[in-house]
């Protein structure tokens, strides 16, 4: 039996953990079980957790402490999503209990287990109980209870889990939409196959790979069915992903790229030589496969396509653009020339803006941002993502628009990461939001009143939201069907729907009860300007004193972003 954690048994467990993790991805990500399209809880942890694992692999650490201090400090720069953010927390407050420690006993550690999820508490600005904050904290608390009670390492971490599982499965009683879903909480569930992995790890079961380990294909099982010449199939991962990244390196090994794509799509073909590598994979992550193959090297070329508008247009007999000939084009781009990591301040007020489409991202462009970080639904940044953007940003104050709600927590500790710059971040949860505020972005105002005037300017806007639903659900009183279309406004529900008529219709009633003076429609990719400019005839008809603009966003995921004002 082990009575103490010394930094070799601290790493494996954290190796293990991301092991077990990897393998669990998909389990946790069938957790979500709100019907839109994203960045799902599992893969969000995952992608989190690898950094950690890829610096702790780097090197052997001499104390408890700079092994726990390489893991909290890997994880808040790699934290993706909220699910992800609250993981580094919880090991960054591991981190700071165990300061100064050669090897912790039980009682050390399990204070360090509570003395994280005090620092996740504290980071969330509403709690929810039913969540990971719920069993993180009742399993640290069994934690201590055993420790102070003179249990060993091993009993110790027995009793946290048997606690954390206790909540894990109460968490359908604490919130009412897993209760109706039937399951039990995603980020949840993540913490404990990680806690499981680590006792695992300390009873001497399991073993780290020494290499990056290769995780088995998952495919989901639920997918967007579509017919073909008159046969079902199934889309399992929305986006067809091909692009093209020049190595840095010619004798690079590309497993570890191999089984990460593996572990969040399926149909992935890799092909290399020398100097370059091109990627074919479906996904519903494009954004996060794209930034994780740039550690390999330069990003040429990519093109994602959204394969379940190209089977609606197939069946309504439209011409579907190929991927076929993308290595074709871009052969002979040249690298681009590294940007340096800290811009000189050049005035006092800067902006970085998260968003995906080109569309999107040369408005924001053109609406004064100064950098913008590539992500939104399905991909979310890493903190280490942002913050970088706003160390390329030349000012003294940079405003960050996360754009989404699932990346405000990655902006907030991207702010408290920056040593060289003050950051601050505007909550904005949908893109309309973030081109509001960046609207009355004045930089010739002080300070207070400028993030005033932004605060207010979000505020106003309400936002709909139109995409496919990702998978069936019985969701707040709504049967939804994977594949048809759905409809979100400020976030809430509004239903799928079969039909774009039923969808506009229920889109004009839900927008009466604002009379709009403004409606500005930002299609997406897929969706044609005649597509768009029919949706605005409609809504002209309605709402005939409003003003009413369509712009082409390009954004993935949403065929439609609609603002109202």
Avoid: W
Avoid at 170 to 188: F, M
Avoid at 199 to 205: I, M, P, Q, V
Avoid at 214 to 239: L, M, N, P, Y
Wanted: glycine content about 8%; aromatic content about 6%; hydrophobic content about 45%.
């Amino acid at each position: 039996m082990r009575d103490m954690i010394n930094a070799a048994a601290f790493k494996e467990c954290i190796l293990c953990a991301y092991a077990a993790l990897q393998a669990n991805i998909q389990t946790i990500n069938d957790l979500n079980v709100f019907p839109v399209p994203d960045g799902d809880t599992g893969t969000n942890m995952g992608l989190t957790m690898e950094k950690a694992a890829a610096e702790l692999r780097k090197n052997d650490f001499p104390t408890i402490t700079a092994a726990a201090d390489c893991v909290a400090s890997a994880l808040l720069r790699g934290a993706r999503g909220n699910s992800g953010v609250i993981l580094s927390l919880l090991f960054r407050g591991i981190s700071k209990k165990l300061k100064g420690l050669h090897e912790a006993d039980p009682k050390s550690f399990a204070a360090a287990m509570q003395e994280g999820v005090n620092a996740a508490y504290k980071a969330v600005m509403k709690p929810a109980e039913g969540t990971i904050l719920t069993v993180s904290r009742l399993a640290s608390e069994a934690a201590v209870r055993a420790a102070e009670s003179g249990a060993g390492m091993e009993a110790t971490m027995e009793a946290a889990i048997a606690a954390g599982d206790e909540a894990l499965a109460d968490t359908i009683n604490l919130n009412p939409v897993l209760k109706k879903a039937g399951v039990v909480d995603a980020g949840g569930m993540g913490y404990m196959v990680i806690l499981k992995a680590m006792l695992s790890s300390l009873r001497g079961e399991v073993f780290a790979p020494r290499d990056q380990m290769r995780i088995e294909e998952v495919v989901q099982e639920s997918g967007r069915v579509f017919e073909k010449d008159g046969v079902q199939d199934v889309i399992t991962f929305a986006f067809d992903t091909v692009y093209i990244v020049r190595k840095n390196d010619p004798n690079v090994d590309l497993t570890p790229l191999r089984s990460y794509l593996g572990s969040v799509g399926d149909s992935l073909v890799i092909s290399e030589d020398d100097e370059i590598f091109k990627v074919h994979v479906h996904t519903d992550t494009p954004g996060a496969v794209l930034t994780e193959s740039q550690k390999y090297g330069t990003l040429e070329l990519a093109k994602i396509e959204n394969m379940v508008i190209q089977a609606e247009q197939q069946k309504a007999g439209v011409a579907v653009i190929s991927t076929d000939d993308l290595e074709k084009v871009g052969q002979e781009l040249e690298a681009m020339e590294e940007e340096p990591e800290l811009a000189a301040p050049e005035k006092q007020f800067g902006a970085v803006v998260v968003a995906a489409g080109a569309g999107m991202q040369n408005l924001f462009r053109e609406l004064g941002a100064d950098r913008v970080v590539t992500g939104g639904q399905t991909m979310n940044p890493s903190t280490d993502d942002i913050l970088r953007e706003i160390n390329r940003t030349p000012a003294e104050t940079v405003f960050v628009l996360p754009n989404n709600k699932n990346i405000i927590m990655a902006a907030e500790q991207s702010a408290e990461l920056c040593r060289d710059k003050r950051v601050i971040v505007i909550p904005t949860k949908t893109v309309p939001q973030g081109i509001s505020a960046l609207l009355n972005f004045n930089i010739d105002e002080n300070e207070e009143p400028i993030v005033e005037a932004m605060k207010e300017a979000a505020a106003r806007v309400h936002t709909a939201m139109v995409t496919y639903a990702a998978r069936d659900s019985d969701f707040d009183g709504h049967d939804i069907h994977a594949g048809e279309y759905l409809a979100l406004l400020d976030g809430a529900l509004l239903g799928s729907f079969k039909s774009e008529d039923a969808l506009l219709e229920e889109l004009k009633g839900a927008f009466g009860q604002y009379s709009p003076e403004f409606i500005t429609i930002y299609y997406g990719e897929g969706v044609d300007e005649a597509s768009a400019d029919g949706v605005a005839a409609v809504l002209t008809g309605s709402f005939p004193q409003a003003e009413l603009s369509v712009v082409n966003g390009g954004q993935p995921v949403y065929y439609y972003m609609i603002s109202v004002e």
